[in-house]
Nanobody, 124 residues
Framework: QVRLRESGGGPVQAGGSLKLSCVAT????????MGWFRQPPGKGREGVAS????????YYADSVKGRFTISRDKAKNTLFLLMNNLKPEDTAMYYC?????????????????WGQGTQVTVSS
């Protein structure tokens, strides 16, 4: 069993930055996909960025490439998402996710574990 707990969300002005964190506890051994999804108000959950723990390969949705950076501190079992140049359309609940097939693809129904989410609100 795995538990994921996010932090770091909040209000920010357009052009600003935030860094989200996700601490994983429980069975964190092995090789798997970890990443971030988000759910804007009134919309479905979408993938943002992911990393394969086996070789640290990273993947990004086109909408965030060049602005967001995903990273992981293996020793602390912590996943990060650095978000720069934030835009109002980045406003969403951001969820940490672990364990799904195909790190470059984002199918919420295939995700094994979810965090509770952290809200990011970007004002113009």
């Amino acid at each position: 069993q795995v538990r994921l707990r996010e932090s770091g969300g909040g209000p920010v002005q357009a052009g600003g930055s935030l860094k989200l964190s996700c601490v994983a506890t429980g069975n964190t051994d092995g090789r798997y996909c970890m990443g971030w999804f988000r759910q804007p108000p009134g919309k479905g959950r979408e993938g943002v960025a992911s990393i394969y723990t086996g070789d640290a390969t990273t993947y990004y949705a086109d909408s965030v490439k060049g602005r967001f950076t995903i990273s992981r501190d293996k020793a602390k079992n912590t996943l990060f998402l650095l978000m720069n140049n934030l835009k109002p359309e980045d406003t969403a609940m951001y969820y940490c996710a672990q364990d799904w097939a195909g790190c470059g693809s984002y199918y919420p129904d295939e995700v094994g574990y979810w965090g509770q989410g952290t809200q990011v609100t970007v004002s113009s």
